[in-house]
């Protein structure tokens, strides 16, 4: 079965720097592209950064460029999100979600990594 | 603003049908570029519904059925059912000279009366 496992919620102060992470389990890792999606409180989908773990290829939304950084680790089968800085706009619900090799489409998704910013 | 644009909201009774819209632009669904569907449970992750267009996956009821045209596409469902209250969202890629994007709709809550 494939399987993504996404670590668990946090909770941190505006200024601080965070590493999320995202397993991947079930099918070749390397082979498949990984995006993060970020969904803000009672707000929709929005697609934030994709990387292929086999070399590293990484495309970020332009929305997104600049403010944070994606990563993989292939021999433990594990995707990254990361932020230097974080701000209170930051609070939200973060999934990773495996892109379809023969498509633009997503699936699996994680569980979902609830992020809070607050002061 | 989303750059795929959905209804807010739509609602329908048991057993009847509703039809989700999803409209792009030349960038996008107008491109040529398939669009996909997500259902999104209250409190839990999307999960893929409809792909390329049309398809459903393994275990997706065939109560729920996607179309695409020009630069818009729609999710239709029939026989609605309690469990169908969810948010839905479609997807595409898009091709801007910003750089490429996987854009989503704004989403769509359907309410079962």
């Known amino acids: 079965e494939v399987q993504l496992v996404q670590s668990g919620a946090e909770v941190k102060k505006p200024g601080e720097s965070l590493k999320i992470s995202c397993k991947g389990s079930g099918y070749n890792f390397t082979t498949y592209w990984m995006g993060w999606v970020r969904q803000m409180p009672g707000k929709g989908l929005e697609w934030m950064a994709i990387i292929y773990p086999g070399d590293s290829d990484i495309r970020y939304s332009p929305s997104f460029q600049g403010l944070v950084t994606i990563s993989a680790d292939k021999s433990i089968n594990t995707a990254y999100l990361q932020w230097s800085r974080l701000k209170v706009s930051d609070t939200a619900i973060y999934y990773c979600?495996?892109?379809?090799?023969?498509?633009?489409?997503?699936?699996?998704w994680g569980q979902g990594t609830l992020v809070t910013v607050s002061s | 603003q989303s750059v795929l644009t959905q209804p807010p909201s739509v609602s329908g009774a048991p057993g009847q049908r509703v039809t989700i819209s999803c409209t792009g632009s030349?960038?996008?669904?107008?491109?040529?570029?398939?669009v996909h569907w997500y259902q999104q449970l209250p409190g839990t992750a999307p999960k893929l519904l409809i792909y390329?267009?049309?398809n459903r996956p393994s275990g997706v009821p065939d109560r729920f059925s996607g179309s695409k045209s020009g630069t818009s596409a729609s999710l239709a469902i029939t026989g609605l059912q309690a469990e169908d209250e969810a948010d839905y969202y479609c997807q595409a890629y898009d091709s801007r000279l910003s750089g490429p994007d996987w854009v989503f709709g704004g989403g769509t809550k359907l309410t079962v009366l």
């Open positions: 979600a495996r892109r379809e090799e023969e498509g633009d489409w997503f699936d699996p």
């Open positions: 030349s960038s996008n669904i107008g491109a040529g570029y398939d």
């Open positions: 390329g267009n049309s």
